[in-house]
């Protein structure tokens, strides 16, 4: 790896002094033209995910194992493979690389029959290419390397396998090409190679951290870019969230089943169930699981920034005498802390919980945690889990998810579920108006910019008295986009485009001159009559009109 003995851990931003025997790259080595591809750290729970080049596009085609704290090497976390297990990635580099290198850091107290290999793509199943075995030195983290030559298709898969006997933790793998040519630059509040398109921005987060512009430009580097001033990559995270766990059981827990929800599952599940307490046949629920560590969930990262007051509700059950879940925050890398938690029953029966978020109003990048209250949980369900950043508001206002009409509010989200995933929007105000029964005094996309006698691309027009009228009896001009059909709608409802074609205040000759020059044209301006193409009944409607200037 690029600078061989020292890296960063993924956890804290310090740079830690590897105490095993790594080997130092030789001055050759070093003067070979090697670029940073790609660095995976596993510190998904989840698993390693895929990457969209350039400079690598990485596609992990068998996820075996799984995500630990580090134990040998002090990276922060690792993946744990145990006897049977294996990892295998497809790599793409781009543009095209001479050769490509992938290097780990890996140690076992006795994997002694453990390898990888990187090779021409074979299926998920490199069957040659380079190989390269792994002792087992006793627990000692070793750094090794596998490389091969770029095959002509450009892809070739990475391969580590662990038959035994004992379990092999794999901490960082990292990524590079030779000959690959400049890669891509890439903004500095996107992840990459090493440094960013903006120079200034670039220059004072490596000034603070040299990683990265000599390693990749990682989500903290991105972090950094606000935290220190350089600059302002804004928010991606959340301003709400609501979830029913779904209708029906789903393998692999509730981390699996909605990835965009949640980053993390720790301990035993959670997983999702259909039986018990706040669950049903037709009604699945987040169930813990019992035992250490703590059965726990993780929300995505929120942003409770703009928010004024916040709050968590969510329906719970739990055994009888077993206390519920505790609620927990986490902002940024900081330790979590204790929000609420649901007291001991004496009834196992399903529950309302409400839990007061404010004291987060003002931050972000925050996740909640969700973990159970007891060793013995498993009988632990929870379902309707909404976390509402803003007051509750009307249907016909934009704001946070919570809405006091739940009809209307059910309706909407049917239509479009970022309404009660995100925040409510003005395209939620115009489903709650012509689909939902809200009776809002104007619909928001009425008003806007666009002929109503023309066909755009966005939604609505600038009559705001026509659009409302056109979109009453098809709300999909008001929804999607103001096609030919709502032009002949406005044509209809409205009165139609104006036959002064010309603008010269009445209708004579030069607009029949205008007409007949169109003529089987699909010309919106010219086609009066709304049918769709420049013909007879418009010039009817034209020479209706001779002499005035209304139509």
């Known amino acids: 790896m690029p600078a061989p003995n020292v890296f960063r851990s993924v956890f804290g931003r310090v740079v830690v002094v590897l105490l095993s025997t790594i080997t130092v790259m030789s001055s050759a080595h070093a003067e070979e033209e090697w670029i940073p591809l790609h660095l995976e750290s596993f510190v998904s729970s989840i698993g390693p995910g895929d990457v969209e080049g350039p400079p690598l596009s990485v ?3 068998r996820i075996e194992g799984s995500a630990v704290n ?32 992938v290097w780990i850091y890996a140690a076992s107290l006795d994997a002694s029959g453990a390898w990888m290999r990187l090779g021409p793509g074979g299926g998920c199943d490199p069957g040659d290419g380079h190989t390269v075995g792994i002792p087992a030195v006793g627990g000692t983290c070793l750094d090794l390397m596998v490389e091969h030559a770029v095959p002509a298709d450009g892809t070739l898969e990475w ?15 990292f990524v590079e090409g030779e000959a690959c040519g400049d890669a891509e630059a890439h903004g500095c509040c996107e992840t990459g190679g090493p440094g960013c398109d903006d120079p200034g921005v670039r220059d004072c987060v490596c000034d603070v951290d040299p990683f990265c512009c000599e390693v990749a430009w990682d989500a903290f580097c991105i972090d950094s870019v606000g935290a220190m001033g350089c600059g302002d990559c804004g928010s991606d995270c959340r301003s709400g969230l ?22 993390g599952c720790e301990g035993s599940g959670p997983y999702l169930s259909i039986s018990g307490g706040c669950a049903d046949t037709d009604d699945a629920a987040l169930r813990f699981g019992g035992g250490f560590p703590w059965s726990t969930i993780e929300t995505a990262c929120l942003d409770f920034t703009d928010a004024s007051s916040a709050r968590l509700r969510c329906v719970v059950s739990a055994g009888a005498g077993v206390p519920g879940p505790v609620f927990e925050a986490r902002i940024g890398e900081d330790p979590p802390f204790e929000l609420g938690r649901v007291p001991v029953s004496s009834s196992a029966a399903c529950r309302d919980v409400e839990i007061d978020l404010s004291v987060l109003v003002g931050l ?26 803003d007051p509750v508001h009307g249907p016909c206002e934009t704001g946070g998810v919570l809405i006091d009409d739940p009809g209307i509010r059910e309706c909407v989200c049917g239509v479009d579920d970022y309404c009660c995933t995100q925040t409510w929007d003005e395209l939620c105000v115009t489903i709650a108006t012509l689909l939902c029964g809200a009776d809002c005094e104007s619909i928001p996309t009425c008003g806007t910019d666009g002929s109503c006698a023309s066909v755009h691309e966005g939604p609505g027009c600038e009559d705001a008295g026509c659009c409302t009228a056109v979109c ?36 004579g000759g030069s607009d029949l001159g205008l007409l007949l020059a169109g003529w089987g044209s699909i010309d919106p301006l010219l086609d009066l009559d709304g049918d769709g193409v420049v013909g007879g009944g418009d ?7 001779w002499g005035g200037a209304d139509p």
């Not at 029906?248 to 990835?259: D, K, M, R």
């Open 70 to 101: 580090s134990g040998f090497c002090p990276t922060g976390r690792a993946w744990r493979l145990d006897p049977g297990d294996r990892l295998v990635a497809r790599m793409s580099p781009e543009p095209d690389c001479g050769r490509v290198r």
């Open 364 to 389: 972000d990048d925050v996740r909640i945690r969700i973990r159970s209250g007891s060793s013995i949980a498993d009988a632990t369900r929870l379902d309707d889990l909404i976390i509402e950043l």
């Open 159 to 173: 391969m580590i396998v662990n038959p035994g006997p004992a379990v092999l933790l794999v901490d960082e793998l």
């Open 242 to 263: 609501s979830t029913d766990f779904g209708a029906v059981y789903l393998p692999g827990g509730a981390c699996a089943a909605f990835p965009e929800l949640f980053e």
């Open 472 to 507: 009453g009896s098809d709300p999909y001009c008001c929804l999607v986009a103001w096609d030919q059909a709502c032009v002949a709608s406005a044509g209809v409802v409205c009165g139609g485009p104006d036959p002064d074609l010309d603008g010269d205040g009445s209708v």
């Open 59 to 61: 596609s992990w085609c």
């Open 539 to 545: 010039l009817g409607l034209l020479l209706a009109a």
